[in-house]
């Protein structure tokens, strides 16, 4: 499986991104996918996740201004980025798991989101 994102960039404060992923090779259909972002200096932090049935989890800092979603017959997640802070400056990665015939993780490679004031 190979995860390919895109979308990061430079945006000022208070401007919106969208970044997507698309997966290739063999998903079960039982799996998560989410975003983790990493910010020089800091632990990879979860961003947000989405089940294959659409349910939704996001870290407390972006509730409200990020939205995760996916198209499962393109086997693409998307996250939707409004409202951005400096803050959010960081390298984004996206992330499957999988739970078909035993579990498997697959990362991807980052994209770097840049918010300046």
């Known amino acids: 499986v190979q995860l390919q994102a895109s979308g990061g960039g430079l945006v000022q404060a208070g401007g919106s991104l969208r970044l997507s992923c698309a997966a290739s090779?063999?998903?079960?259909?039982?799996?998560?996918m989410g975003w983790y972002r990493q910010a020089p200096g800091q632990q990879r932090e979860l961003v947000a996740s989405?089940?294959?049935?659409?349910?939704?989890n996001y870290a407390d800092s972006v509730k409200g201004r990020f939205t995760i979603s996916r198209d499962n017959a393109k086997n693409t997640v998307y996250l939707q980025m409004n409202s951005l802070k400096t803050e959010d400056t960081a390298a984004y990665y996206c992330?499957?798991?999988?739970?078909?015939?035993?579990?498997?993780?697959?990362w991807g490679q980052g994209t770097l989101v840049t918010v300046s004031s």
């Open positions: 992330n499957v798991k999988s739970y078909g015939l035993g579990y498997a993780e697959y």
């Open positions: 989405i089940t294959s049935s659409g349910s939704t």
């Open positions: 090779g063999i998903i079960f259909r039982s799996n998560v």
